[in-house]
Every structure is written in C-alpha cells, then in structure tokens.
C-alpha cells in the first residue's frame, strides 16, 4: 500500500509555535510539538506597563526549528520524505522592519537589542497616537476613505499605525530600515528563500485586514495619503507591493538549508502565510452563516459570505471585509475582542497577589527551605507552591461561580480591560465592575467577568446583524472552548445559540495544513480540502432556556452601561 502524503502545519502563536504534521488524505493529526520562545518567556524586550510588546526573531526560527523536528521525531525515520507541503499561520498585524535583503533589523550587527528592531507584537498598543491620527487623515484629507473596509476605524494594532510609531521614536531604525513584513509573510519568506522586500509573495489576509489593501484603489493607499498622515511614511509605502495572494497560493519551494534543518526535502511546497484566526476558521469548517470564535488570550470572530451576499456594503465597526482572506472566492469577514482569556488571568494574578508576596516574605516558610532545602532549590520550591495554587484558582473560581445565579447578581461588568477591537476599535477604553457591595464575593466577581466577555461577544453578532450579515450557528474554538465549560455555557446563553466545539485541539495547525494540501496540488481549492481533512466536532453547548431570557435583559444594561460609562473610561486629555 502506498504511504500517504503528509502536510505540516505550523502555529506561530503569542508564546509558542505549535507544528501539527497531518495526513493530508483525511486530515489525522497524526504528531505535534510544541515549543516555547526562551527570549519572550523570560519577559526580555516588552514593556507591559507601557502596553509594548517585541518578539526577537530567533525566538521564531529556533521554535520553528524545534518544534518541526520534534513531531517528525515521533514518527519515525524517513517521515520527512512523505510531506509534501507546508502551510504557516502566525499572530497578527505583527510587523518587522528589514533590510534590503528582507532581513529583520534584529538580525543585523547593532540591532541586536533593539526592541525597535524586532517584531511588533498584535497586541502591542504603543501605537494608540499614531491610530487617532490615521482615522483623523482618513476622514478629513478630501479623497477615498481607506478604512472603509477596515470597518471604519483603524487600530493602533495594526501595520501602520506601529510602522508610524517606530519610525518616530526611533531614529536609527528609521535610516536602516528598508522596507517592512508581518511575520506571516517573513515566515513564508524564509523558508523559501524569497526574501527581497519587493518581491516576496504577500498575504492577501495580512494586507487586507491590517494595512487597507484593497483592489478597488488598486493595492495600498497611495503616497499621497500617507504623507499627508506623516512624511515618514512616503518611503516605506513606496518599498511595499502591490500584489498580494491567498493562503492556498504556492509561496516557493523549501530551500536545501531549512529542508536540511527541519528534515524535510528539498522543493517541499510552502503556502503563503496568513493570521492564525483565519486558519483557524479554516480548520474549524467555517462556511456561509457560521461565525468561528478562537477564543484565547484575546478572541476573534471570523465570518465568511459570498460577494453578492454583501455586495455594496461596508460593513462598519469590525476588523476588516477581505476578499479571499479566509475562504479563497468569498469575502472573509473580521471582528474580535482584545482582551478574553487575559481578563480572567488579570483576575486571577490579582488575587495570588498577596499570596506571591507572602511568599517571598514569609520568615517562616523561608527559614523551613533554609532547614530542608539547599540554596537554588528552596527558590524553586516557592515558585512551585505559588504555580501550582495559581493552576487551580482558577478551577476553583469557576466552580464556584457556576453556583451562582446571574438573575441573584448586583454585578455588571465591563470587558475592556485592553480597549475594545469590536464594535469600532477604541483601545483608549478602559474595564469597569459596578454594584459591588460587602457580600461580593470574588467567585461572584469571577462570573461577572465572565458574563462581560460573553456581553462582549454579543456585541459583536449584534453588529453584524444590525447590517445584514446573517448568523445561523457558531464553531467554538481554541484553550478556553474545551477547557472551561463554565465559560461556554454562559456565552451559549448569551447569545442564545448552540456553540460547537471543533473536535481539532489544533485548528489554526490543521488550517494551515489545509493550505499546504492545495498549494501542493492535492486537492484544487481550500474546500475540497475542508471536505476531505476536517475533523468534525466533540462537544455542544445549548442554552439554558430558564437563563437565556435573563440574560437578555442583562445584555441591555450592558449595552446602556457601554455607552454611559464610555466616555468616562477613556483617559484624561
């Protein structure tokens, strides 16, 4: 019997990359590896009080490396000659600044620890300035509105706004840099060997949904309206492209030096890169009507419709209307909330607090190490104690708080501990909790912010139906959809609708793969390749039918406190 073609996809993620390696004829999973950036894990070159936040980019390619080996390591010798493609997703809009030769800035002598040098991270905020001024040039200067299908409002986390930032504050990037990438791009880039700036292949997904890409003005938005935003970014606007390809298109070959890295072959089809969102979306099935919540650190709702279905429209308030961007022939459709998973890690470091500092003070317990432990291994054994309280507060939380009756409550929270992506980007927006009194308790706390995420995501299907974007069903997944049964339950009641779990632990990976099998010529589009590969679902969520009608009413005080407390929640001018 023949072997069967293999596909690797690869899931560069906020902490880690992920490789998946997938028989490309059913889509089995059938090995995986992850590994963990060493630089970003020992908190180097970020900022978190001034919401910055670089990744060195030898932390991607020595991940990369690891983790590649690592999942074909499980599978035996000669693994590596059965893949025949390879398909990337990474986070985003997380761009670079490189040299003539596309070479990061960071990689290059002198630049070596320069955070301004690296890779702007998705949720760096520093750009929060430049955004304002962007949207104030797009309404204002007399021609096209480039934000139009960027739902209105550009983000200070998106490509421009940070290039803007950088080129400002940093004058030695400013005369080095060339030219820019996303790391979708870059990734793609490497491994193929076509690094020019000027000729590398491009993610239509990147550039439509973070940098205003678009056919109808003919690719970006022209030097004329970027030096009307600031003269800075004339140059690097004329040292971009012009063309840009979906995730199913060839990017090039695997160069002999990373085949010869990774274990694979030489000539391996690479497909073009795209955000891990859209992979994931991809790897979950998302079809017509079918909204996609990767639901993580942050969160984002993924949408795809057919041209006609919103021919004319410009839908206002989300992240992006992309032709091609997720489903190569539809419109991808983008929309998010900045902060889900970490509301709940705020919380959750917020009441080990105390305890982390009692720790590291307590005479007690230091003289007890001191008795029984030997010098570095005391050290450890604290922060033992300290992560494995943290690992269950949470459980503990959670299950306390699903003993709570939202109809009981006095708390109403706010989602915005990191501004809002959706509906209308506004990172200057701050969290809120109102009707605490003294018999709060913090698992009621705890399911209040639970409640405000799931508000928040309401939100956001009200936008799109509120402009006649239909959503019949939604596909749930990511950590925090097969982790938290509390979490998925309340967003089922929230919104009302039946939540599927994609059955893959590693959608954004098979969503890759998927890309990989067309851009190796295994199956003609990205559909056949759904048909074929996906893996279905484990797991439902069905709403509450006694909670449901409380939790509309709840959603409306939500809708009213937004807009009451908005303008108080952003900060002092």
């Given at each position: 019997m023949t072997p069967s073609k293999l596909v690797v996809g690869i899931d560069f993620g906020t902490d880690s990359v992920r490789s998946v390696i997938v028989d490309a004829a059913d889509g089995k999973e059938l090995a995986s590896e992850v590994s963990h950036y060493g630089r970003w894990a020992a908190g180097l070159y970020s900022d978190a009080a001034r919401n910055m936040f670089r990744q060195h980019p030898l932390d991607y390619t020595e991940a990369l490396e690891e983790s590649v080996t690592g999942a074909l390591k499980a599978l035996g010798r000669n693994a590596g000659t059965r893949v025949v493609g390879i398909g990337i997703d990474t986070t985003g809009s997380t761009p670079c600044p490189v040299?003539?030769?596309?070479?990061p800035l960071a990689l290059c002598r002198g630049f070596e620890e320069n955070p301004n040098s690296m890779f702007v991270l998705w949720k760096d905020h520093t750009a929060v300035e430049e955004a304002e001024l962007i949207n104030r040039v797009a309404y204002g200067w007399g021609g096209p509105n480039f934000t139009r299908y960027e739902g209105g409002v550009y983000s200070p986390e998106w490509f421009w706004s940070k290039i803007l930032h950088v080129l400002r504050a940093d004058v030695r990037v400013r005369r080095c840099a060339f030219s820019?990438?996303?790391?979708?791009?870059?990734m793609a880039a490497l491994l193929t060997g076509y690094t020019d700036p000027l000729t590398m292949k491009r993610s239509r997904c990147a550039a439509g949904h973070k940098a205003m890409w678009n056919a109808e003005w003919g690719g970006l938005p022209p030097e004329e309206f970027f030096g009307r935003v600031d003269r800075l970014l004339r140059e690097p606007r004329a040292r971009l492209y012009r063309e840009t390809h979906t995730s199913d298109v060839r990017a090039g070959g695997l160069t002999g030096e990373w085949a010869k890295r990774l274990g694979l072959e030489p000539g391996t089809a690479v497909a073009v890169g795209a955000f891990d969102a859209h992979m994931g979306a991809v790897g979950a099935g998302i079809r017509q009507g079918v909204l996609v919540k990767i639901m993580g650190t942050s969160a984002c709702d993924m949408l795809v419709a057919r041209a006609r279905a919103i021919e004319g429209k410009c839908i206002a308030g989300i992240c992006g209307q992309v032709d091609g961007s997720i489903i190569p022939g539809m419109v991808g459709l983008e929309a998010g909330q900045s902060a889900f998973g970490d509301v709940y890690a705020w919380f959750r470091d917020l009441l080990s607090w105390p305890l982390t500092d009692a720790l590291r003070g307590?005479?007690?317990?230091?003289?007890?190490?001191?008795?029984?432990?030997?010098?570095?291994?005391?050290?450890a054994a604290i922060g033992e104690l300290r992560g494995e309280i943290e690992r269950n507060m949470l459980f503990r939380l959670a299950a306390e708080a699903e003993k709570v009756e939202p109809r009981d409550s006095t708390l109403l929270a706010l989602d915005w501990l990191n501004g809002r992506r959706t509906p209308f980007a506004d990172h200057t927006l701050k969290g809120a909790i109102i009707g605490l009194t003294l018999g709060t308790s913090a698992p009621k706390i705890f399911r209040a912010l639970v409640e405000a995420t799931a508000f928040g995501s309401r939100a956001i299907v009200e936008q799109f139906r509120r402009q006649g974007v239909s959503i019949n069903t939604v596909i749930a997944l990511g950590g925090i959809a097969r982790k938290s049964p509390l979490i998925m339950q309340v967003m089922a009641d929230v919104l009302d609708m039946n939540i599927r779990v994609a059955a893959s632990e590693h959608a954004c990976a098979l969503g890759a793969a998927m890309s990989a099998s067309v851009a190796a010529g295994v199956y003609p589009s990205v559909t056949e390749a759904q048909k074929r590969m996906s893996s279905g679902f484990d797991l439902v969520?069905?709403?509450?039918?006694?909670?449901?009608?409380?939790?509309?009413?709840?959603?409306r005080k939500y809708a009213s406190l937004a807009t009451a407390l908005a303008g108080l929640l952003r900060p002092a001018q």
């Open positions: 040299d003539r030769g596309g070479t820019w990438v996303e790391h979708c791009d870059w307590t005479a007690a317990l230091a003289s007890a190490a001191r008795a029984s432990l030997p010098g570095a291994a005391k050290i969520f069905t709403p509450n039918r006694r909670r449901a009608p409380v939790y509309a009413k709840l959603y």
